[in-house]
């Protein structure tokens, strides 16, 4: 997530990808998609069969993950500093209000969600939105800033951006940042380790599926970089650019590179300028599907694995894969 745009209303965390607080569910379905209506496909015909709005009404929609257990996504709205699942079908179920302005989700092995919230914490909770525990929220005694999104790797190590959006005034406080850096950061066995701190705006995370690579996406320079995991000793280790992400035709009004997410196939599924851009393994571009308002995260699922959730301003949207 980065700025939204009021004016129009922000395993691996992709698909082969303090105390407790408002735990109660609350389901607010209906039972039917709000709206069918299709949209373009863009440049990408040959991998995608439809685009449709799926649900609106929200404020600023972000960090969806498929919920396995339950057939279900789980997806953020920040800005209403609400937790929410949502059906392929459409079916709405609040999970947290008050819920510490989450982000980005994925998960654990077991079933349990990660959470990053702009309350400058890094949480767990269930898919029902019970059992909400804090991980932690601070590096070598220093408070984080407002951890974005994060990605699980194989052997449930999880990893997270860190810029400072959530106290530049999307999220509880307004405050100077700490840590004096934006980090992307490790945790593993309870422990956490910083990564890199070099990149202005590190904001979307994933994981490649031979778990060697990290992909983050840079909002600020408009740019996806890669860390090379099997270097990474305990020191930092250099983010590599990767790719630059060009407007996309047809797209609206929107800021740089936000979520992005790995596909079965090795190929990068990125937000940016205008919609999302589709990657293949070396950096070059695929397609890209046009939205009309910034696309801040994705997340692959559905029961046969072909469908994405688009969290997309005030709206979630589908993609439905050929």
Known sequence: MRRPFFAKAAVAAGVVLLSACGSGTQSTSDGEASSNSAMSV???????????????????TEGPAWDPSLNRWVFSDVMGDTEFAIAPSGELTTLRQKAGYPNGHAVLSNGTFVVAQHDRTLDTTQGNGEGFALL?????GKKLNSPNDVSVGSDDSIYFT??????????????ESALGYSGVFKVSNGTIQLLNKDLATPNGVAISNDQNTLYISDTGTNSLYTLDLSRFQGVPVTAEKFAELMPIDGGGESHGPDGLRVATDGSIWASGKGGINVLKSDGALTCSIPFPNHVANLAFGGTNGKEILVTSSDKVYTINLK
């Open 42 to 60: 863009g440049s990408c015909g040959d991998l995608v069969k439809e685009v449709a709005e799926l649900k609106d009404g929200f404020k600023w």
């Open 136 to 140: 932690l929220d601070t590096y070598e």
């Open 162 to 175: 860190d810029p400072p959006f959530g106290i530049q005034g999307f999220g509880p406080e307004k405050a």
